[in-house]
């Protein structure tokens, strides 16, 4: 053949493979090329992934060798080390003699006679589609450089097609989806029962799965009830059949494992062989011949409403996860349709019931005025009563006939300093729900001049988007208001207690001046000792008190040395841990390395640490874990980290812990932190404070080291 026939024909083949979509005539046409065109070669074999990481013939030439079909061939890279090499690599390995290179299966080159190999990846970018081998059966290939390149370019370009093949039907395949959905959506918007909507939802997932046995269980509005509602008509069960077995097994829908999953998780579950699996329910999946199922949730808004199944009968199914994905949002569409029949269906029962109760209601209406504790009255748009009940007549001392026709303001004390008059509300306060509206407090007069505070709440009485009216509904709140005046009090009791806490901490040292004076004067024969005994008694007894008031173990200690920090934590923890086990707290300690030298004051530092570790213990009423790491943090500095598993604390609060006074617990003085952190100062550390507001409440501490001698 001439060198223009032979171009024009690689041209030909070139065009094959860069232009056609069809996956055998582009490897066809590579195998062509490689093997009569770039070279003469026996044998090209190209092997596509198959299960379990292998690779099998697809195609190539010739069709078989020795009587073993290309079809029959594997490669497990597992066993093939050059296959392994060249998938991690993704570069082509030519081995002139195999008789001096291990890498590949043996087997094959025995079986085969292969002298020489030629070996390369049918990759794209990041994705493998396939490996190719060349060889000649009894004869080495002797391939130059010039060639390998040839090669490695012609199988490049059929990796290339391959992707846009791949993308090709990729894209075609969605576009399918979005037309499918399109056509689902467009069919559920014409539905107008619940029926139609199900039906519909049959026809596309038994389209999408190629399985017909698919059935309906709903719940009820409330969602708490599930019932089996609708079977497809095209399934191997008949509807009557299906839910007279349902009520012969009394399926259990809140002991159903696989269900309460999906409804749960409002996730579909596929399982293909339920004798594999724990979670369906068995005795069901016998009385119906279930093998496989995959169920689907029905959610709209957050809220199941129910369950699509479909099985496989007698025997295991599995599903691409392509097509379930799809079913799924057939599912969901099917869902919010509904949802919204469901939700038609059910204001119209409660438009029936409710004309039915307003009938009822009107005749009650007189009794709850009668019987009703609060006070109720009502106001026309010129603020007189226009109608009460006993207990508004009662409580502002009127008969009820008095009452009649009195203006509001005859009646009304004072409101809320920025509240308007009731009765010009009639006319401008939008319609509110009650529930929306909080009661202000009133002061009510009554019909002797005596005036008692009251909680009212107004809410205007409309007729034809008119507001008419004004309801009033009062009580009265005496009693509470006295209650609240005795809670303030306690409280500002509370604080005055703490603020003595806070001005016994700070007298201390003048109360330790004074005692050191009178011990002076117990020298001077002057003075009458039996004075300076009395003064120092009492001295003695005031600082007690001040110790008493402050419940602290500040160390007066304050010699630095050089001390070992984790011999520190463990004394701390070993100190603290018969009060952490009664309240089911645990330590977790982890050093980054041992030891670690610091120059501190020891019974200072422990101090501080046995501060921050009972506010730790204390802010876990439940129990919990405290975690103490130690890591160095940057050069010369150690960091500690004490993290409580409590109820956190929140950003306002957490910027003031360590001010003098200020504290989180019922019964703290607020000093324990600020103590803590000076020492930390004193001994050139820094001290934070970290929480998220909701759980857990984390210490840091970082400290210089010193090197170990």
């Known amino acids: 053949m001439s060198d223009h026939a032979r171009y024009t024909r690689l041209a030909k083949m070139s065009e094959i493979i860069n232009s056609n979509l069809d996956e055998d005539l582009v490897m066809d046409a590579l195998t062509t090329i490689i093997s009569e065109e770039v070279f003469q070669c026996d044998s090209v074999g190209i092997y596509l992934p198959a299960e379990g990481g292998k690779f099998r013939g697809y195609t190539g030439k010739p069709h078989h060798i020795d009587g073993v079909t290309l079809d029959q061939m594997v490669i497990d890279p597992s066993a093939d080390q050059l296959a392994l090499e060249i998938l991690e690599s993704r570069k082509s390995i030519y081995i002139p003699d195999t008789s001096t290179d291990s890498r590949p299966d043996q087997r094959s080159i025995h079986l085969f006679r292969i002298i020489s190999l030629f070996c390369l990846p049918l990759a794209f970018k990041e994705e493998t589609y396939g490996l190719v081998f060349l060889f000649n059966s009894g004869s080495p290939m002797n391939l130059s450089p010039e060639q390998q390149q040839a090669v490695e370019a012609y199988v490049n370009m059929a990796a290339s097609a391959l992707h846009n093949i791949k993308q090709f039907h990729h894209i075609n395949r969605l576009l399918a989806e979005k037309q499918l959905l399109l056509d689902v959506n467009r069919e559920l918007a014409h539905c107008v029962t619940e029926e139609q909507i199900i039906n519909t939802?049959?026809?596309?997932?038994?389209?999408?799965?190629?399985?017909?046995?698919?059935?309906?269980?709903?719940?009820?509005?409330?969602?708490k009830r599930f019932r089996p509602a609708n079977l497809n008509s095209d399934s191997e069960w008949t509807e009557s059949d299906w839910k007279e077995t349902h009520k012969d097994i009394k399926l259990n829908y809140d002991k159903d494992r696989l269900f309460q999953e999906v409804i749960q998780t409002q996730k579909a579950v596929l399982v293909p062989d339920v004798t594999l699996d724990p979670r369906p329910n068995q005795e069901a999946c016998r009385h119906f011949g279930i093998r496989g199922i995959f169920m689907m949730p029905l959610v709209a808004a957050g809220q199941v409403l129910g369950t699509i199944p479909v099985v496989s009968l007698g025997k295991p199914r599995t599903y691409p996860e392509a097509a379930r994905h799809l079913a799924q949002s057939i599912a969901d569409s099917t869902a919010t349709a509904l949802s919204n029949i469901i939700r038609m269906e059910h204001l119209e029962r409660i438009v029936e019931e409710r004309t039915e109760e307003a009938l009822s209601k009107h005749k009650l209406i007189q009794l709850i005025l009668h019987s009703a504790g609060e006070g109720i009255y009502g106001l026309n748009t010129e603020g007189q009563i226009?109608?009460?009940?006993?207990?508004?007549?009662?409580?502002?001392?009127?008969?009820?006939?008095?009452?009649?026709?009195?203006?509001?303001?005859?009646?009304?004390?004072?409101?809320?300093?920025?509240?308007?008059?009731?009765?010009?509300?009639?006319?401008?306060?939008?319609?509110?729900?009650?529930s929306e509206q909080a009661g202000e407090e009133w002061?009510?007069?009554?019909?002797n001049g005596d005036c008692f505070t009251v909680e009212a709440v107004s809410s205007p009485i409309v007729e034809e988007e008119e507001i008419v009216g004004s309801v009033i509904v009062f009580k009265d709140i005496t009693e509470r208001k006295r209650a609240e005046d005795i809670i303030r009090k306690a409280e500002k009791l509370s604080v005055v207690g703490e603020l003595a806490a806070g001005v016994a901490h700070e007298i201390r040292n003048p109360l330790t001046s004074l005692k050191g004076f009178v011990q002076l004067l117990r020298g001077n024969s002057t003075v009458n000792r039996s004075y300076l005994d009395i003064m120092l008694s009492e001295l003695d007894r005031m600082n007690t008190i001040v110790s008493e008031f402050l419940f602290l173990s500040k160390p007066q200690d304050s010699i630095y040395e050089g001390g070992e920090l984790t011999n520190i934590l463990e004394k701390v923890v070993g100190l603290l841990e018969s009060e952490a086990h009664l309240r089911n707290v645990q330590f977790r300690l982890h050093y980054q390395f041992v030891p670690i030298m610091i120059h501190c004051s020891e019974n200072q530092l422990k101090q501080a640490i046995i501060n921050i570790l009972k506010n730790a213990i204390e802010a876990m009423p439940n129990g919990g874990v405290i975690s103490i790491d130690v890591a160095s943090c940057d050069e010369g500095r150690i960091r500690i980290q004490i993290a409580d598993q409590g109820t956190g604390i929140s950003k306002e609060r957490i910027g003031k812990l360590g001010e003098p006074f200020f504290t989180t617990k019922e019964k703290g003085f607020g000093l324990g932190l600020m103590v803590t952190s000076q020492i930390i100062k004193q001994h050139r550390g820094e001290i934070s404070f970290y929480s998220d507001g909701v759980k857990g409440t984390t210490v840091t501490l970082t400290l210089p080291m010193t090197r170990e001698e």
């Open 201 to 223: 939802a049959f026809k596309y997932i038994g389209q999408v799965l190629d399985n017909q046995n698919i059935a309906v269980h709903l719940s009820d509005y409330q969602g």
């Open 386 to 434: 226009t109608f009460c009940n006993p207990a508004a007549a009662e409580m502002l001392g009127y008969a009820m006939d008095e009452l009649i026709g009195v203006l509001h303001e005859q009646i009304l004390c004072s409101r809320e300093p920025s509240a308007e008059p009731v009765y010009s509300l009639v006319s401008s306060v939008p319609v509110q729900e009650e």
């Open 443 to 447: 002061t009510l007069r009554k019909k």
